[in-house]
């Protein structure tokens, strides 16, 4: 639509079903890159895709018209595919039910894009669960803690 400009910049973050540490170094980066295309495809802009074993992190700007649900939808249900169609794990893999989504302003995509790309490091320090919790808190999100993770098999 003419004269309709946006700014919209999002970060997801989603967990491999009960937080398996399943994806490896070895093609990990196929599975990102294989997430920034399909959030690229939407009309969205990834901007970085990251995680490590248990979970990803993206940070994409987002289409006004694509709804967030629609977009983690389609991204969480192709990605498994891939990863179930070229057998990258020893079992059937899943995501973990829900995620986080986090807006942000245009002045903090340098920070924001240098947290994600240094995931490595930060869960030398900190766990998923730690992290996503502080999300939540930094966030005022309100949650029942108990709805946040399916437990651990």
């Known amino acids: ?14 967990a491999v079903k009960y937080r398996e540490a399943v994806i490896t170094d070895d093609w990990k980066s196929t599975l ?8 690229n495809e939407t009309g969205c802009k990834t901007i970085i895709v990251n995680g490590v074993e248990d979970h990803v992190h ?14 983690m939808k389609t991204i ?3 990605s498994s595919k891939y990863i179930n169609d070229h057998h990258l794990t020893k079992s059937r893999f899943e995501w973990q039910e ?3 989504a986090f807006s942000y302003g245009h002045s903090q995509i340098n920070v ?8 490595q490091e930060h869960h030398k320090k900190q766990t998923f669960k730690e992290e ?9 999100i309100p949650f029942n ?3 946040i993770f399916e437990n651990l098999i």
Do not use: W
């Not at 639509?1 to 989603?14: D, E």
């Not at 990102?32 to 959030?39: A, D, E, P, T």
């Not at 996503?132 to 005022?140: A, Q, R």
């Open 1 to 14: 639509m003419a004269n309709t400009y946006h700014q919209v910049y999002i970060q997801v973050v989603f």
């Open 32 to 39: 990102f890159g294989v997430i920034g295309n399909l959030i």
């Open 58 to 71: 993206c940070f994409l700007g987002l289409k006004p018209v694509v709804s967030i649900s629609e977009l």
């Open 76 to 78: 969480k249900a192709k």
């Open 98 to 100: 829900g995620y986080g």
């Open 112 to 119: 924001v894009y240098k947290y994600i790309a240094n995931q």
């Open 132 to 140: 996503y919790l502080e999300f939540l808190d930094k966030f005022e």
């Open 145 to 147: 803690e108990r709805y």
